[in-house]
């Protein structure tokens, strides 16, 4: 069985009981917009009105909660944020890595200034830092 969102647990509900947006809206003293945003899970209502909601669709406050916010999505978003850490902690490095080969090759090669030189590693050598920062943070 698939957990609904709590916004679509509350659609199905008003939907099963024959109401619109607005006869819930007024059942529990918001606008008939504050119910649409719950629908569209683009805002909740207040914590404390949860019981009362529940009460008017006849379910247990235990019911209308059980819904999709379990450990699956929670390990997904997990998931996501590491990756991300990984590419912010990895770009750095490889920065400094690029600017280090780009200087030895164009220097091999008698193509790179003195000047052009100092600022390329001076460039590498702040995204190593940079890199090596976040990692003691």
């Known amino acids: 069985m698939n957990k609904q969102s709590f916004g679509e647990m509350i659609s199905s509900l008003r939907k099963d009981r024959g109401m619109t947006q607005l006869d819930l809206a007024k059942k529990m003293g918001v606008t008939d917009k504050a119910v649409s945003k719950w629908e569209r899970d683009l805002s909740f209502p207040d914590i404390n009105s949860i019981p009362k909601l529940a009460e008017i669709f006849d379910v247990s406050v235990d019911e ?74």
Do not use: C, H, R, Y
């Open 64 to 137: 209308l909660m059980q819904v999709k916010s379990d450990v699956n999505v929670v390990e997904e978003e997990v998931v996501k944020e590491s990756k991300f850490e990984e590419v912010i902690d990895v770009v750095p490095k490889g920065i400094g890595l690029a600017m280090g080969i780009a200087v030895t090759v164009l220097a091999v090669l008698g193509e790179l200034e003195t000047n052009t030189a100092f600022i390329m590693l001076g460039i590498g050598l702040a995204s190593v830092s940079i890199s090596l920062l976040k990692n003691k943070n």
